[in-house]
């Protein structure tokens, strides 16, 4: 039985709050230095809003950086939101196909196989850019939204989470199953993948982050301005020639990236929670 201590209570959270306070307070500078005008937003650190919100806000959705080079930040959340859910859909489908394969099929080497995947691990990105760039280019798929998404589809660590959970379902219901006349594909798609929704759900919210966040592989593949991420554009808005940057641009677009992330983990909090914790289904 846990007891009651009001101190301890009370220094929990104070020390929550605390962490809340360290991590919302640059988050509510940024928001509100893009409200205000450039020239203000220059001169002193304000600690209130300006009255420039829809026009900042409206101004980097429509045209971008203020020197309309380049896309403007709208068609960049579009590339970034094309590329984090191809990413998502590609990584969970190959992972949880692989995983089934792995675990409820006998074929020469499967153990073999499955290391193999999970060795890939060991390699970081960086160490496979440029063969990876190289065969990219081959086929023709450098500023497109497949070669965005098409060499991050792969995923050993999602791979290894679904194989680990499919060794924990009972071979009964896969008996029970072939007894009732249902075969291997039915059987993965009427036990199976309910069964995994938690865990789908939780590889979601990771996975997505995952790929909205990419910054290295869209910098190296993309040179139309069309096809630049949000990320990116974020880093691009601070590099200006002989000049200041916009910062009132610069927190707008910001702002406007932390959007997706957030409604993501915000939406799909419970069943991220329970993916990553529940051991019984």
Known sequence: MVENRPLQSVMSHGILILGIVVIIFPIYIAFVASTHRQEDALSTVHG???KELVENYTRVLKYGKADS?????SRMIWNSLVMALGIVVGKISISILSAYAIVYFRF???RFFFWIIFMTLMLPVEVRILPTYKVVSDLGLLNTHTGLVLPLIASATATFLFRQFYLTVPNE?????RVDGAGPFRFFLDV???LSRTNIAALFVILFIYGWNQYLWPLIITT????TTIVMATNQMLTVMDGIPDW???????MLALLPPVIVVVVMQR???KGLIETEK
């Open 48 to 50: 209130w809003f300006g």
């Open 69 to 73: 080079v380049g896309a403007p930040v």
């Open 108 to 110: 020469p080497f499967r």
């Open 173 to 177: 219901l896969a008996e029970a199953a």
């Open 192 to 194: 199976l993948l309910p």
């Open 224 to 227: 139309d301005t069309d096809m």
């Open 248 to 254: 009132t641009n610069v927190m707008a677009t910001a």
């Open 271 to 273: 069943m991220f929670i």
